[in-house]
């Protein structure tokens, strides 16, 4: 991821696979936007569906955010509802942002959990940064 992000536009991303319960694969779908990103769902189906046939599940997506904000935004956690909503198999998501001030990157690796937990905020998603520190990397 570090280098996708390094030479990415301000807002990119992609999923993350996992097998075994480690995060192990990371796939840029190539959207980009100087206001947000927007996953290519069409081919982000597609790499799923072939990690599936390797023993690979989807865990979550990964993208950048500006002015090295780390924490998730509003339509962050709306989007994590709305996966967390179309695949009730998933316990949780993982949600990394990659954020970058002065010069370094940070990522911050976050874990939402959907409805079935008792105590939600207002958008029903459950957060816990479950690195425990960010990562920085230059």
Known sequence: MKSFFSRSP???GGILGRKNGILCRFY?????????YRPNVRVLDR?????WKEGIAF????????????????????YAE???A????????????????????????YRCWGKRDRALPP????????CG?????E
């Open 59 to 78: 865990a979550g997506i990964a993208h950048s955010h500006p002015n090295g904000v780390v924490q998730l935004s509003r339509e962050d956690l709306r």
């Open 86 to 109: 179309a695949n009730p198999q998933m316990e949780a998501l993982c949600f990394v942002v990659a954020a970058q001030r002065n010069g370094a990157w940070r990522l911050v690796f």
């Open 133 to 137: 520190k960010t990562k920085k990397f």
């Open 28 to 36: 840029a779908d190539g959207s980009t936007s100087a206001e947000e």
């Open 123 to 130: 958008h029903g998603v459950a957060l816990r940064v479950f």
């Open 47 to 51: 790499v799923i569906a072939d990690w």
């Open 82 to 84: 709305t996966i967390l």
């Open 10 to 12: 301000v807002e990119s």
